[in-house]
Nanobody, 118 residues
Framework: QVQLMESGGGLVQAGGSLRLSCAASGRRIFIIKTMGWYRQAPGTQRELVAVFTSDGSANYADSVKGRFTISRDTAKNTVYLQMNSLGPEDTAVYYC???????????WGQGTQVTVSS
């Protein structure tokens, strides 16, 4: 099955930017339905940040609209998350995610830590 590997996290000051990458490797058995990014801050539930839906459009959480941009390079099997105007509220572990048709299996990466200092 496909393995998802995130990179690009780190420590940044408020107002700064980071670009996360998620590289997919391996053979996909199922067709992708959605792919994108979630995050989880300490003591909270994992939440959607930005995803490409089944029709190829991008959906964003209200809290990141206008600041974050999801993109992908299909030739490289990589999804990106450009994060601008970061604030302490964006501090979390960011996870790459794929969901597929015809299966309830959800694929997660190992996560990458993003810490924004005030």
């Amino acid at each position: 099955q496909v393995q998802l590997m995130e990179s690009g996290g780190g420590l940044v000051q408020a107002g700064g930017s980071l670009r996360l990458s998620c590289a997919a490797s391996g053979r996909r058995i199922f067709i992708i339905k959605t792919m994108g990014w979630y995050r989880q801050a300490p003591g909270t539930q994992r939440e959607l940040v930005a995803v490409f839906t089944s029709d190829g459009s991008a959906n964003y959480a209200d809290s990141v609209k206008g600041r974050f941009t999801i993109s992908r390079d299909t030739a490289k099997n990589t999804v990106y998350l450009q994060m601008n105007s970061l604030g302490p509220e964006d501090t979390a572990v960011y996870y790459c995610n794929e969901e597929y048709y015809r299966t309830s299996y959800v694929n997660w990466g190992q996560g990458t830590q993003v810490t924004v200092s005030s």
